[in-house]
T-cell receptor
């Protein structure tokens, strides 16, 4: 069964460094998302992406964050200058569409980011 | 603001039935989903309701009442492997599919 994959599974970085989190969504999906989950808390929406552009972003997704679909398969989240509070699990998700069963979002296994 | 309320913890025994409630207050509503998460792993889709009523998928059922801004997840014939966190999530946007998650309910299944 197709699944969303993410790399790396764990990332440790120093405050102020740039990190790029990578995702490969399910191949026939058209809608892509990033969420994050701080340890012990709920999953929070960061950004949605469709047709090679951001369709919605949350207040968390400030100028330090960017997303890109550099080719036909990868979907990346970049944090330019990491802060301690960026430490979280970052999940990528994808969906076929926005109607009925097609809007079901399938999540990747996540990247655990630790900022020191 | 937008919020989803669900109990923080539920405990039940193997073989029993448990219901996890979710009430929501969001600026938009296009459907209620339920996800299961084991120990910080990937949220796994369980069920979805866009219309009022009951949806059944094996041992899991989900119910929605849009007039009451309320839904629940029903788990039957509980198994030890059902011990996990369960999140309700509202699709709050018509054109992006953004999900707004509740805080999650930790279900502990005991022998």
């Amino acid at each position: 069964e197709p699944e969303v994959t993410q790399t790396p599974s764990h990332q440790v970085t120093q405050m102020g460094q740039e990190v790029i989190l990578r995702c490969v969504p399910i191949s026939n999906h058209l809608y892509f998302y990033w969420y994050r989950q701080i340890l012990g808390q709920k999953v929070e929406f960061l950004v949605s992406f469709y047709n090679n552009e951001i369709s919605e972003k949350s207040e968390i997704f400030d100028d330090q964050f960017s997303v890109e679909r550099p080719d036909g398969s990868n979907f990346t989240l970049k944090i330019r200058s990491t802060k301690l509070e960026d430490s979280a699990m970052y999940f990528c998700a994808s969906a076929i569409g926005l109607a009925g069963p097609q809007e079901t979002q399938y999540f990747g296994p996540g990247t655990r980011l630790l900022v020191l | 603001g937008q919020s989803l309320e669900q109990p923080s913890e539920v405990t039940a025994v193997e073989g029993a039935i448990v219901q996890i409630n979710c009430t929501y207050q969001t600026s938009g509503f296009y459907g209620l989903s339920w996800y299961q998460q084991h120990d910080g792993g990937a949220p796994t889709f369980l069920s979805y309701n866009a219309l009022d009523g009951l949806e059944e998928t094996g041992r899991f059922s989900s119910f929605l009442s849009r007039s009451d801004s309320y839904g629940y997840l029903l788990l039957q014939e509980l198994q030890m492997k059902d011990s996990a966190s369960y999140f309700c999530a509202v699709r709050g946007s018509s054109n992006t599919g953004k999900l707004i998650f509740g805080q999650g309910t930790t279900l502990q299944v005991k022998p």
